[in-house]
C-alpha cells in the first residue's frame, strides 16, 4: 500500500518536474539533508534551490529528505507553501537538517473552493465571496435572503415573505424550465444540504458563491446552476480560553407597500360603469356606506424575537464555537397562524489529537415549527382574499341578524359559520368569492408543520507528510418532520365551503449521508507551486414517510382539540380513510480531480474533472455516468516586470482570468422517468353498481423515453480584478455566457396522444451577462467608511426546442384571461404571453388591441411577447460608515427591467375588487384622453384583461437596512467585566421604491417557476423596526 | 510508515466500488414486457381504458364541471345559462350565447377527453390480437366500441377530428379526417364488427350489462352515428336490434324522474354510463372525485343565497347555472299537460317551488298563507335570480342522497338511455316514411304521462317529443344542428336574459309574488352573441391543440 502512494507521489513529482522541463544534474559536490518543520515532522515536496542557479534544484522525498550536487559555496533556498523560506550557506557541510518556520502571517484572503481553499490572488474562476460582517445583525433569520444585494450575479428570490418561507437562490440567471433544477448547490462546511433557511445568518463565517462553470465543475451533475460554499464560524487560536457572546434583537413588523386598490366609491364607480351594479341593486341589497380598507383591517403589527448565545475559543491545538439562537417570528396577519419558531443549534470543534491527525465536527441541531395563511390562487386564499374582497362589506356581522339570507339559512341549518370575538365573518352579498373572506380562508383549518433536523459533518485531516492533507469526511442529515391538518366543516358562501371534516397527518423522515475521501497536495518546484486534489465520494438519501388522511362527514369519536387526530376516527360507513407510505432512496458515486499550478504568483491554471454517476431512479444503468471538464487560466499583470514601473499607489493589483467548463442538472430528474413500466394494478373500475367492490387495472405509466439525460451547462466566463490607490478602491467585472442544453421538456403531446405529458431533452437556453463588483473604503483618523456597489445585468433567453414543439405553455392566468406563460425559442423562459394594448379609442372608449397579423381580426395569433419576470438587471448596494463607537449601514437592492402580471380583475366574477389604477385611467365620457377603456367596453374582455395593460413594471429599488450602532466604550464596559457591548436600531425593508400599484412588488409572483411576476396573491415583504443588542464577555 | 496506513485504508475503501449501491428497484410497477400477455391482462387493460373512459368523458382532469355535458347542453333554445349575475361562469354562458373563443375550457378540455377514451382504448386493441381468446376477443371489442363512441362525439362537434386507430407516440401530429360522414361511418363499422364478440345484458335487470359495454351499447351507438351520418335505414337496423333484443325497457312513469339519481344507476332504461364508485374505502381525491360531475352539482342547482331556503330532499347549496326558458316550459306543459310525470319531474313552477316543496319551516306547519310570507322558502334577496323566468329546473337537480360528503355526486354519468334509442329509431323511420316507429314514440309519450300521443309519425312529432324528453341530456344542439335549426333556433341567444325577482324581497310586500325583469348586458356593450351560420356549426379546434398541431386545419369561421 504505501509502495502504491509513494509511487502516486513520485509520478506526480516527474509530471511536475516535465512541466518546468529541467531535472537536477550532476555539479561539484554532493549534498543531502532533511527538512522538518517545528515540531519534526518531514516536510516532503519542500523545493530546495540553489541560490543564484535556478536550474539547479530539488524536491524532498516522501520523508523530507533531498540529495543534490551543488557548486561548492553556494547557499541553498529552501521553500515550502504556508512556510518561511529559508536560506542555508552550504560551507562545508554536506549533511543538513533544516527547520522550516511556518509563515504565521496571513497575506492573503483565502476563499473556500470545493474540496479545499484558494488564495483569493490565485483563483481563476468567478467566485463571489460575501463575509459575516455582511451578515449579521440582519432582521432575517434565513441565509439565502440575506445573501440579497450581496453579491453581484446571485438573486435572491422571495415568491412569498411569510414567516418560515425561505428565499431562493439563483445564480447566474435561468438554465432551466423545470421547478426543482433552478437551485444552486448547497454545500455548509462541506455537507450537501437541502436547504439553508435552518441556518442562523450569524451563525457564517463566510459565503462563497461558485459562479462560473469551472469553479463549480468540481461538483458535476449537481452544478449546473453554481454552487454556494457556506462555512460556518469557528474559534479562533488567539482566542484562549474562550468568549461568551450574546445577541438580542427585537422587531415590531408592519405591511410595508400597502396594495392600491378600489375604495367603496371607486368601486360602486366602476361596478357601475361596468354595467353590473346599479344604484337600484345597492339598495336592495342595503349598502349602508361600508368602505372598508381589507389590507388595513387583516395585517397589524407583529412581534419578532431573537435571542443567540453562544460560546467560542482556541488554541494552537483546537478550537470550539457553540451557539444556540432561538427565533420566534409572529407574521402581521392578525392572529397567531402565521408563525415560525425556530431553535437552532450549532457546534463546531476541531482539534488536533497527533501533529499528522486533526479530527472535527460542524454539527448542527434544528428544531421548528411554521403556520402560515394560504396565497398564490385566485381559488380561494387569504392573500387572493385581502386584495379582491369588496369594500362595501364589513369585516364583521356582529350579531346574527345581520347575515345574510344564505348565512341566516346555513346557521339554522346548523352548519358552522366562521367568526371570533367581534362577530361572524362578514361574507359579502354583493360579490361570491373563492375566498369568502379573508379570515375566513385563515380559520377554516388548522394546520402545522414542524421538524427536527441534524446536520453534521465528522473529519479527520491526515497530514502524513507536508503539504499533504488527506481528508476523509463524513456528512449527515437526519431529519423528521410532522404535519397536521384539521379541517372542520364550515360555509361561508357557495363557493366557499366545506361539509366534511378532513384530518391528515404526514410523518416524514430520513437520513441522508456522504462519504468524501480526498487529498490535497500542494509543493513548490522552483517558482512553479502546484495543488493536486483527488478523490470521491458516496451519497446516499432515505426517506421513509407515513400520510395518512380520514374524511367523513361524522369522521371522529369527539370533536374537542383532544380529538382532533387519527387515532380517533371512528369507522361509520362514511369515513374515509387513506394511508400512503413507501421508502425512498437515492445514491450517487462520483470521482473527481483537480490540477492548479501557479508559476511565481504570475499564472495560474487549473483544471478539474468529475465524473458522477447516478441510480437507477434517475438514469438507466448504461447511460448513469457523466463526466465533467473544466479548464480555468488567470494571469496577475501586476506581478509582471514590466508592470513594476506603475505605482502602488496608482493601480495595486490586475488580475485578468478566464475560464471554460461543463456542469450538469441532475435535480430535473427523479422517478424513473426513462422506464417503460406498467402501474400494476393502479387503476380500477367497479363493474357492479349494486357492488361496492372495484376492479383493478394495469396501464403504461406514462410516455417512456429511456434516452433521458441531465440538463448539461456549459460555461465560459472571463473576468478581470483590480486595486487602485493603494487598494483603497477595487474593481471586479465578470462576463459570462452560459448555455444549457438538453433542458427536460414535459410537453404535453398534442391532443390527439390522448396523453398528458411527455418528458424529452429539448430544450436550450442561454444566459450571458455582465457582472460588476465596485468597493471604495478609506478612513480619516478615527472615521472610516466603505461604499459597496454590485450590478448584474441579465440576458436570458431560450435558444433551441425541438422543432416539434414550437412553444411550451405554462401557467395561464385565472379563468377568463386570454393569457399565459410560454417557453420559445427567441424569448426568455417563460416570459408573458398575450395581446399587445394599444390604447384606447378616444371616440368609444374601447380598447385597442395590436392586430399583429393583420388579418383584420384580434384572436390569439395577435399573440406576443408582453413581459417577463425575469429583472434586466439586479444591484445592491452597502454604505458603511463608522466613527468612534458609532457605526452605521445603508444597505439597498433592487430589480429594474422586469414585469409584473397583476391579476386581480376577474372576467368571469366582475364582483372582485381590483386595482384603483383601472377605475382612476378608465375611459369615461368626460375623461376621453384616458389611456385605460372605459369599464364597460372591457368588463369581461379576456382579451383586454390577458393583454398588456395589465402588465405593470416590476423594477423596484428597496431599503433592506438602515442600521445605526454604538459600541459602548471599552474602558466603560470592561468595569462589568464586558469587553464589547454594542446596541443598534434599524429601518429594515422599510422603503420601497416602486411603479407596481399592487402590493409588494418583490413577492409578487406565483410562486411557481413558470410564471414568475404572476401576482396571484403573495404574502407581502414586512417593513421591520429592529432594536438589538450584542454583548461579548 | 504506521501513520500513513490509516489513511491509505481509508483511501482504499472509499475508492472500491459503490457501483452496485445504485441499482434501486421502482416500486409500484412491473415490467412492459411482462405485461399484455393473458386473459387476465387483458380484462386489466380494459379496466384501465374504462377508467380513462371515466376520466375523459365525466370529467376531463384540470376542469371541475362536466365539459361533456356543458358543450352538449349550454348551447340550446331551452335553457338559460344563468348563474349570480351578467359575467358569472361566463365560459359557460359564453357556450349558451354563442359567444366562446377557441380558448373556451369546456372545449378545449372535452377535446382532449375523448382523445383520453381513445388512448386507453387503443392500449387494450393494440396489445391484443383476435382469436386466441374468448376473453381477449371480448376485451379488444368493448375497447373498439368505447373508441369509436369518442370518435364519434368529436366527429358531431368538430366535423373532422383525426380518426387516432392505434397508441401514439408522443412526437405523432395526426392531421384531419376525411369527412365528418367518413368518421360517422367508421364510428358504426367498427361498433358494428365489435358487436359480435361482446356479452349482451342478460336483461333488464343486469346492473353490470348497463355499466359496460355490451352488444346493445354497441348496436345503440352505430345506430347514432348512421344517424348522424344521414343513412337513416342503416341506423334504422342498428336500432331495431336494441329494441328487438329485449333487454331494455322504459321505467314507469312514476319513476320516470329516478334515471337521474341514484336509485336509476343501471336500471332498465340505461344502454350505457360510467359507474361511480361506491367505495368508501377509496378516498376522495383517489379516483372519486376525479370520476364524478363534481362542482356540476353546485352549479346546475337553484342559486340558494339568494332563498330563503331550498327544498330538502335536494343537495342544498348552488349556484343556479340553468334555468328553462319560460318557452320551453310552457311548451312543455302545453304538450304534456300539467301533471304529466314528465313535467313535474322536469321542471317546477315558482308557484310549486313555494307551495309544494319540502322546506325545514315545514316543522311549524304552515298554512298557504303562512307560506306566502314565509321568508324561509322562496326568492327572500331583491336581486332574484339571474337568467330565470319563473320556471325552475328540477330534472338534473342532486338530490341531497345523491351526494357524497355533501361536496360531489355518486349519480352514474349516463351516456344514453333507451329512450333515445327509442326516438331515434322513431325519427329514422319517420325520416324513411316508415310507420314501423309510431309505437316506439307512442311508448315514451305514454310513459311521460304526457296527454299529447301522436297518431301519425310525423318527423315533427318527433322533434318535439325529443325536445321534451330529452331535454338537459345532450341531444338537442346537435340535433338542431343536423336538421338544419340551429340558425332559426339559436340566432337570439343573449339578446335579453330575464331576472326573476319577488315583490317580498323588492318591494317588502310581505307576500311572495314572483315578476321577471329583462336585461340586455351583451347588447349594451356591443358583444357578438348568437349562432352565426357558417362558424358555429362545429366547435372550433382548441387554441392548446392548433397552436402544436400544424397538420391541424381549423373549422371554417373560426
Redesign the interface.
Known sequence: ??K??LFVVKIVLIFAACLTGINSYAQSRAVSGKVIDASGAPIAGASVIVVGNESIYTVTDLDGNFALEVPAGANLNVSFIGYQQQVVPIGNRTVFEITLIEDTEVLEEVVVVGYGVQRKSDVTGSVSSVKAEDLTNRSTSDAANALQGKAAGVQILNYSAAPGAGSQIRVRGYSSNSSSGLGPLLIVDGLQVDNIQYLDPQMIESMEVLKDAASAAIYGAQAGNGVVLITTKTGKKEMGAGQVFYNFQNVWNSLGKAPEIMNAAQYIDYKIAE??LTQQ?L???GYDGTDTNWAKEVFTTSLTKRHTVGFMGGNNRGQYYTALSYVNDDGIVKGDKDVYERLSAQINADYKI?D??TVGTNTSIEKWKTRSVSQHTEYGSFMMGTLTQDPLTPVYFPTYNDL???LK?HY??GDNILGDENGFYAVS?YA?TDSGHPFVQRDKEDVENQGISIRGTLFAN?T?IKGLT?T?RFGYRIYQSYYTRYAP?YYA???A????YDIQARANHGYYYQ?E?F?NYSFNVQKNTFTLMG??S?I?NNSFGVDG?G???DPLQGYAPNFRYLSYLNNN??????VTS?PG?????S?FGRIHWNYADKYNIQVNFRAD?????KLP?DA?WGYFPSVSAGWVLTNESFMQGISKEALSFLKIRGSWGVNGNIAVLSN?PY???????????????????????????G???PNLTWETSVQWNVGLEARFLNDRLSLGVDYYEKTTKDLLVS??????????S?T?NAGEVENKGVELELEWKDSRGDFSYSVNANMAYLNNKVTFLDP????I?GMSAP??Y?TFSAFEVGYPVWYMRGYQYEGVDSATGKPIIADLNGDGQI??LDHTMIGCGIPDLTYGLTIKLAWKGIDFTLFGTGTYGNEIFAIHHR?????YNSLEYFHKNAWTESNKNASMPSA??V??D?QFWGSSASIFDGSYFKIKQIQLGYTLPRNWTKKILVSNLRIYASLDDYFTFSKYPGMDPETAHSGAANSMGYDKGSYPTRKKAVIGINIAF | ?K?????????????SS??K????????????D??YQTDA?A??????????A?YGLVRH?DYIYSPYNALLTYPSDDIYAAG????????LAALTEFRY???N?AISNQ??GF??????A??VIDNFEYGTSAVKDRCISEARVLRAFSHMMLAILWGT??I?DHV???????GNSESQEAVLRWCAQECIDAAKYLDERQSTGD??G???ITKGAAYAFAGKALMFAKDYSAAKTELKKVISSGKYALVPGNRIGENFHVPG??NEEKIFEL??????????W??RIQRSTWMQI?LWNW????????PTHLF????GMIHPTAAFAEALIANDGLDSYRRKAWLLTYDEVLYDMPY?SDSDNPTREDKEKD??RGI????GLYGCEGYFHLKMIAHADDV????YSDV?FLIMRYAEVLLMYAECCAQTNDNDGLQYLNMVQQRAGSQTISTALTLDAVKKEKQFEMWMEGCRFIDLLRWGEAAAKLASNGDSIPTFKDKF??ESSGKHEGFVDWSA?NV????EHGFKTGKHELYPF????I???ENIVQNPGW
Not at chain 1, 454517476?613 to 431512479?617: E, H, K, N, R
Request: overall charge negative; some cysteine.
Open positions: 500500500m504505501t502504491q502512494l354595467g353590473v341593486r339598495n336592495e341589497l497527533k499528522w491527525l345574510t339570507q344564505d339559512n339554522d341549518a352579498r361570491e491526515l502524513p488527506i476523509s366543516p358562501n357557495s363557493m365551503y366545506k361539509t366534511n462519504w475521501n487529498a478523490g470521491m458516496y446516499q388522511t374524511s367523513g362527514p360507513p362514511e369515513t374515509s380513510k387513506n413507501s432512496v437515492s445514491a450517487n458515486l470521482y454517476a447516478y441510480d437507477s431512479s444503468i448513469r424513473y422506464a417503460t413500466t406498467i402501474s400494476y394494478n393502479a387503476n380500477y373500475y367497479q363493474f357492479d353498481p349494486a357492488s361496492p367492490n372495484v376492479s383493478y387495472g394495469s396501464s403504461p405509466s410516455l417512456a423515453n410537453i404535453s403531446p398534442v391532443a390527439e396522444v390522448g396523453v398528458g411527455s424529452i416539434t414543439i414550437s412553444r405553455t379563468q377568463g386570454e384572436n390569439n372576467t368571469d366574477r366582475l364582483f364597460i367596453s368588463a369581461t379576456a | 510508515m501513520k500513513y496506513i490509516i489513511p491509505i485504508l481509508l483511501l482504499t475503501l472509499g475508492l459503490c457501483e449501491l445504485l441499482e434501486i428497484d421502482q416500486k409500484g410497477v412491473i415490467s412492459t411482462s405485461f391482462d380484462e386489466s387493460a380494459l379496466v384501465a381504458a374504462y377508467e380513462n371515466s382532469n349570480a349575475f351578467y359575467g358569472d361562469n361566463d365560459f373563443d377557441i380558448n375550457q377535446y382532449k382523445y383520453k377514451v381513445i388512448y386507453g387503443n392500449l377530428p383525426p387516432v401514439l407516440t408522443g412526437a405523432d401530429r395526426p346492473k353490470p348497463a355499466v359496460k344507476d343501471g359507474n361511480h364508485v361506491y367505495n368508501s374505502n377509496i378516498g376522495t383517489s379516483g353546485n342559486r340558494a343565497d339568494r332563498l330563503g331556503g331550498t342544498g347549496g348552488g349556484w325545514l321568508p324561509r327572500v334577496e331583491p336581486v357524497i360528503q355533501g361536496s352514474n324581497a323588492t348586458s349594451n356593450q356591443g358583444k382548441p387554441f392548446s391543440e397552436s402544436i398541431n
